[in-house]
């Protein structure tokens, strides 16, 4: 059964820094790409940063040069450090695996950005 743990959430000043992480089990098979989403309340679920198998990254405007997203494929867990926070980037972040049979969805962790 697979199952994705998020950890790293919390609250943080404008400017300050987080580091989620996401550990995949479960997986049996290859693992095609993992990232980040995130909703805010009243938003839809959003696109935050991808990295793929080759290791190529994909990032939403609004957090390039802020953000970076990696991974550890031996431990199928992926980071996504975020600095220079600000109070839009607010939300619950959602880690998400893809594979060659579906997408994984983990429970969420909440990032607030607030003096």
């Known amino acids: 059964q697979v199952h994705l743990v998020e950890s790293g959430g919390g609250l943080v000043q404008p400017g300050g820094s987080l580091r989620l992480s996401c550990v995949a089990s479960?997986?049996?098979?290859?693992?095609?790409?993992m990232g980040w989403y995130r909703q805010a309340p009243g938003n839809q679920r959003e696109l935050v940063a991808t990295i793929f198998s080759g290791g190529s990254t994909n990032y939403q405007d609004s957090v390039k040069g802020r953000f970076t997203i990696s991974r550890d494929n031996a431990k199928n867990t992926v980071y996504l450090q975020m600095n220079s926070l600000k109070p839009e980037d607010t939300a619950v972040y959602y880690c998400n695996v893809a594979v060659a049979v579906g997408i994984y969805w983990g429970q969420g962790t909440q990032v607030t950005v607030s003096s």
């Open positions: 479960g997986i049996g098979f290859g693992i095609r790409a």
